[in-house]
């Protein structure tokens, strides 16, 4: 990356490498250096709206016309845009929905007025459609191809076969480099250094048992960020060296292990039905769920027996509200399932999003509890159950208020 010569760029990496924190370690240095344009773009699985193609062209597109876009010399509210954009907006207002091929050209023609240009795409392979990924690759290819400036793109992925096939067809030049685990190492190290430090429930540790500490988790993670970060937290709070020693030789093999254990945690707490309530609600969410909502979910009850042998699908399976079932606090929820969902503040001013958003913490979560390789069984995601359970608490929430 010091010498920026690339034209297409492919890094790929395991679940869990850290190419998402790299993405913004990427944008970072790429924004510190004002000699360019740059724009990127952040495919989620968790957002349905990012796996578009059109959303991904209108993002990159003002992106780059805020960068074009300049100040009038006199009135600080008005600005000079380019004329290309003002011609597509007035030919199509106030549709808004100008055709691809005209936002193809827009960005062609807006690219080519700037010398330099750094598009960076994030997680391709969390597009669900591999129709949609081909056609993205495709797009991309065509822009190196016809934009007569320098464009550089800067893509992460896992190497899923779909993608590699596609790049590897391209007839443009092309880099594709493994994020190899010798290259998370250190980022991993400074990650846990900076926790260990900063974090006060690590701070009855000795300086020597920290550093021995990271160096075992940084030896042990093979390239896996995500698993280093995970057994970390786990050993937040313990106090005596002992504890810790003990610790570090049950650590879990890979994050296939490190969720089981999770899982078995929860079924041991007896929080299974709750936690499945939530896991099935974020698997078929199609807009994001907040804090608030999801800790409302603890209200729905099935009979243990039901559970165990009913599937949501069937007339038998039933679903109760109990509002005595509430927590105390909706954060509660956060600590039963501590590991495998996550909450961020939300964006904007949506009154719905008051509280803050729940998803699942990494795409590694939910593609483990959707396999068969699920650990119990019983937290096992299968869509057509998942749906058939949203239903019927829906009915049960609903009848709750005749």
Not at 170 to 191: G, Q
Not at 364 to 384: A, G, H, N
């Amino acid at each position: 990356m010091d010498t920026y010569t690339f034209q297409g760029w492919l890094t790929a990496g395991a679940a869990g490498s850290g190419k998402t924190i790299m993405t913004s370690k990427v944008i970072e240095l790429l924004e510190d250096s004002n000699a360019w344009h740059l724009a990127y773009y952040y495919f989620s699985f968790q957002n349905k709206d990012s796996q578009s193609l059109r959303n991904l062209k209108c993002t990159l597109l003002v992106q780059i016309l805020k960068r074009l876009s300049l100040p009038h010399p006199e009135n600080a509210d008005v600005f000079f845009i380019p004329r290309a954009f003002r011609d597509l907006y007035d030919a199509h207002f106030p549709s808004k929905t100008p055709p691809m091929e005209e936002l193809d050209a827009l960005l062609i023609n807006v690219i080519g007025l700037s010398e330099e240009t750094f598009l960076v795409i994030d997680a391709l392979d969390e597009c669900d459609s591999l129709l949609i990924r081909e056609e993205i690759i495709t797009f991309l290819a065509s822009l190196l191809e016809k934009v007569e400036t320098k464009l550089h793109i800067f893509i992460t992925s896992r190497l899923e076969v779909d993608i590699e096939m596609k790049i590897s067809q391209l007839s443009i030049p092309t880099n594709s480099v493994a994020l190899l685990a010798t290259y998370v190492d250190s980022d991993t190290h400074n990650h846990l250094q900076a926790l260990v430090t900063e974090q006060d429930s690590f701070a009855a540790w000795s300086a020597p048992l920290k550093e021995r500490v990271i160096q075992h988790l940084v030896r042990n993670a093979d390239g896996v960020f995500r698993w280093a970060d995970l057994q970390i937290q786990e050993l937040r709070g313990k106090t005596r060296e002992i504890d810790v020693n003990r610790a570090l030789k049950r650590l879990p093999r890979d994050l296939g292990e490190t969720y089981r254990r999770i899982l078995q945690r929860i079924d041991r707490d007896n929080y299974r039905l709750e936690a499945m309530a939530v896991l099935r609600w974020l698997a078929c969410a199609t807009r994001p769920l907040n804090l608030a909502e999801i800790a409302e979910l603890a209200v729905f009850d099935v009979e243990e027996s039901d559970e165990a042998n009913i599937l949501p699908s069937s007339s038998e399976f039933k679903v109760s509200c109990v509002y005595q079932n509430r927590f105390s606090s909706a954060s509660d929820v956060l600590n039963i399932l501590s590991g495998l969902v996550t909450s961020t503040e939300p964006i904007g001013k949506d009154s719905r999003f008051e509280y803050d958003i729940v998803s699942f913490s990494h795409f590694s979560v939910k593609e483990y509890l959707q396999s068969t390789q699920v650990s119990p069984s019983s937290f096992r995601l299968i869509p057509r159950d998942c749906h058939w359970f949203i239903l019927r608490c829906s009915f049960a929430y609903m009848s709750a208020y005749d």
